[in-house]
């Protein structure tokens, strides 16, 4: 059989494949064809060329299958959203209770596929790889985009400017954006602003989130509920919460027909996060197995798992205190413990009750976390509250032994920004400050929890040029089972097996191929 491959003027391929070859590529899933195929290596970065329209189009009026999209992807941890792909256009659903949207993606250099009754069915129909400016509503947002490459499509924020991290952005893009009117900042919490802006500028996507007030205008809005996946779903479904979160990645490629960058970025994140937590695991289980927990002459209960608190205090805006809002499991930072091998205190029990939400008073959390081990304190104003609380914090073990932390290691704000697409970098801090000190390449060294007692506040950087590529800060991971200085026995890794396995499989499915020929 033949393969005739073409090569396109902008350097992407497309396929024709014979009748007699689909149906040999077709044999093992027992649905053979007898027509011919259109069929792309990779998504296009680009528009389609009117002569490859013209193709595609041919193609399928003559009936044969085309596939622009050979680049896929599916959810695996995430809970609320999935896409389908449909040769031409992809249809991507976002399923979050409340939300509930739909949106068309079409290959761009193409008819608008459908007819206009159907596309009328969808929350937003918007043409890909899309190349257009984009409205950032949330902060979350800003690293999936950077990470894409899609910095320089953002024209405009419906966010504080102060609460914005990423250096390329707060220290280059918008000042030079300011002065020169290509970027705005909308008012905040004002859906009129953001329609009167996309009235204004139609070459414009918004990213919205699942707590909008108006989820389904303008049409130009795609609703991202990456902050908005259930934990207990997670739970209730053998998923991991954070990656469900950085998950979200995929969708955003999708937008940008950039969904092999996505799914690599996204498992290779992961890859890194299973391998820290079966570190900690290994880690754990050995020093249990010695009957001591101890670091620099620290002692954290010899034979126990360490105890975290996870609570911060908060006040009314004239100063007035409310309470202590502890930790409630399941949650993120639930997971990070988890992993590490401590126990995480959490309650919902309060006698405070405002704004719909319940705080402990001085006494009840003196009760409740005087004896944790490590003080995770998630918040920025720890000063104000050692001014205002000397006597009271003194009695807590954490603060007696200086252990605890806040998140202002990378600066006061990147925590509800970059730090989602860091999570596997969370984990080694949160296991770092229990003592787990898995094994990495190079050491780790904390990077979001800072000893609020030891430590400065800290930054993630600087940038010199608005085209700077994103790096996120990878610690390589070491498997503990085999490193020499752990002093633990070597165990075959997981992913060895698999590799054995896989191995197996695949020769036994060439001979499959081959016997069928």
Known sequence: PSIQKRNTSQSSKIMRISRQTLYATLTLSLAPQTIGAVVYTENLDRCLTAEEADEIESALANGETVDIFPDKVQPDQSSYWDISYHGTYKILKNTQPDVDTSYLLHQCGLPMPLTETEREQFDGVFEVPYSGGLLVTATTTIPNIEILGRRSQIKAFAVDENLISSPCLSQVVIPAGKDDGSITFLPLYNDTAIEEYVIEHPDTVVFGGGFDTNKRSPKQKIIISSVGESPQLAKENGRDINQAIFEWLEVYGSMFNQERLAKETVEETAARYECHAENAAILSEER???????????????????????????????GTDVGWDVGECPNYYCTYATHCHVEILNSTAGSVDRWGYTYMTDEEFMEFGKNADVWVYPSSDWNRLIEQKADFLSQFKSVQTKEVYDFQMSGKDAWFEQRLAEYDTVLLDMCDIVDRDVPTDPPHVRKWFRNVFDDGVGSLGTCSNDDEEYMPRVTECVRADETPESGINPEPSST????VVDSFFLCGLLLGVWSGS
């Open 288 to 318: 249990q197995r010695r009957r001591q927990l101890q670091r620099h002459g620290r002692d954290l209960h010899a034979g126990k798992h360490p105890v975290v608190l996870w609570a911060y205090h908060t006040q009314e805006y004239d």
């Open 496 to 499: 060895s097996s698999r590799n």
